[in-house]
């Protein structure tokens, strides 16, 4: 076998590779034999027929499984003799295979960028230092209680008016009357003032009593997310059926014990603070690492396979259709088609690859390993997170080989972030 590499670019390779005469008859002669042991002919025995016979009935048949065992065989061969790293799977169109005569194709394959080795030292970073406020503990609180709050009648009558969820029907009225876009809705509940419905409307129930019927107009904003309603104007007739106001707890000891094992309202806030903070603190870590990445790549010019970039894609799109999913909608649900959706997460796709092959190559360069204990007490961090024993989460991964290199590959490479920033000069700076 003869292999010849014609570089298309960088990453992209087109192997040129010729079989011998010799090789490609031998393959001939045990496909040949396969198919008379095998193949029944009218007329001849199993294993009788004349081997004139065979070829004329099953000539292509026998060419196409001499074909794929030649290229098969070869290819693989031709790949490691090469050393090329080649990522996902190669692209070949098999040409016609003639007898006694050499076989020659070409397989097309992509391969990981060379890069030289990475410059990581003296990047300028910078720490953003978030704090959790008092506010912000605050309005946690404040949601809180809304979540634990209940909605009651009225105990004197009066008019709807700001924060009141109110029960209403509603249809199109005036010449929108016969629209079957506004047919009639009943018991529509909605919180006046929280925004859910164009202004309009919220404010056209606003002081509308019990029992009481009102005609409105409503405009629709330019910006409105239906199209066809965007600036449109449009009468409703609202009936408003019931006024409800939501009642919050107080903000006690009693309080903070419902939420948990809380044993005062200081409790609770320090533990909201403290989880606000963690919050903040991975927000900041995470903005590193995106200086990180983008200083690394702006040092590291170079293309980027696009298998790769397609197969980064594929999940990307996977993962927003599960979500969408799992929210018992579709992708036209939310005005959307897979190739649309291709185009929004294209660059995204590409720059996740990009950030892989630099952290893949710098494990390499730097030769890094994980520190003893560090995969145990990976394990135990996911067991506390998803609030499972640890031994059962060293099961899943101790199970699948694949799944636990994986795993490590995770850690290697959040390794070699911290390398990179202790390398670095990092400044301090308030949000």
Do not use: W
Request: aromatic share 6%.
């Amino acid at each position: 076998m003869q292999v010849t590499v014609e570089d298309v670019n960088s990453v992209k390779k087109i192997l040129h590779i010729s079989v011998p005469a010799e090789a490609v008859a031998e393959k001939m002669e045990e496909a040949f034999n396969t198919l008379r042991k095998n193949a029944k002919v009218k007329g001849f025995r199993p294993g009788k027929a004349p081997r004139s016979v065979l070829e004329r009935l099953y000539r292509q048949e026998l060419r196409d499984d001499v074909t794929e065992a030649v290229i098969k065989e070869n290819l693989p061969q031709a790949i490691l003799e090469t050393k090329l790293q080649v990522v996902g799977p190669p692209k070949v169109t098999p040409p016609a295979l003639e007898k006694d005569r050499a076989y020659d194709f070409d397989a097309t394959v992509e391969t990981l960028p060379p890069i030289e080795t990475i410059d990581i030292s003296g990047l300028s970073l910078k720490k953003t230092l978030y704090r959790a406020t008092d506010e912000e503990v605050d309005l946690q609180m404040k949601l809180l209680r809304k979540n634990m709050g209940s909605l009651k009648p009225l105990a004197e009558a009066r008019p709807a008016q700001k924060d009141d969820y109110i029960l209403i029907d509603y249809e199109g009225a005036g010449p929108d009357a016969a629209d079957p876009e506004f047919g009639k809705t009943e018991n529509f509940t909605l919180q006046i003032g929280a925004g859910k419905v164009v202004k309009d409307f919220e404010d056209g129930v606003t002081g509308m009593s019990i029992g009481e019927t009102r005609t409105i107009a409503v405009t629709f904003p330019d910006t409105y997310f239906k199209k066809e309603m965007a600036g449109r104007s449009v009468q409703f007739s609202i009936t408003l059926k019931d006024i409800r106001e939501e009642v919050l707890p107080e903000l006690d000891d009693a309080f903070a014990k419902k939420m948990g094992s809380y044993e005062s309202v200081e409790a609770l806030s320090a533990h909201i603070r403290k989880n606000l903070q963690e919050g903040y603190d991975k927000r900041c870590e995470q903005e590193i690492n995106e200086q990180i990445y983008q200083a690394l790549l702006d040092r590291t010019p170079f293309e980027c396979p696009e298998i790769l970039v397609e197969r980064e894609l594929e999940i990307m799109m996977d993962e927003y259709e599960q979500t969408l999913s799992q929210r018992e909608m579709k992708l036209e649900d939310v005005g959307l088609s897979r190739e649309e959706l291709a185009k929004t997460y294209k660059e995204a796709a590409e720059k996740q690859v990009r950030r892989y092959i630099i952290l893949d190559k710098l494990i390499e360069q730097e030769k890094v390993e994980l520190p003893e204990g560090e995969l145990s007490s990976a394990f135990e961090d996911m067991a506390k997170s998803l609030n499972l024993p640890k031994d059962r989460v060293e099961k899943y991964y101790e199970a699948s080989p694949e799944r636990l290199d994986a795993f490590k590959h995770t850690l290697l490479q959040k390794e070699t972030l911290k390398i990179v920033r202790a390398r670095s000069v990092v400044t301090e700076v308030m949000p």
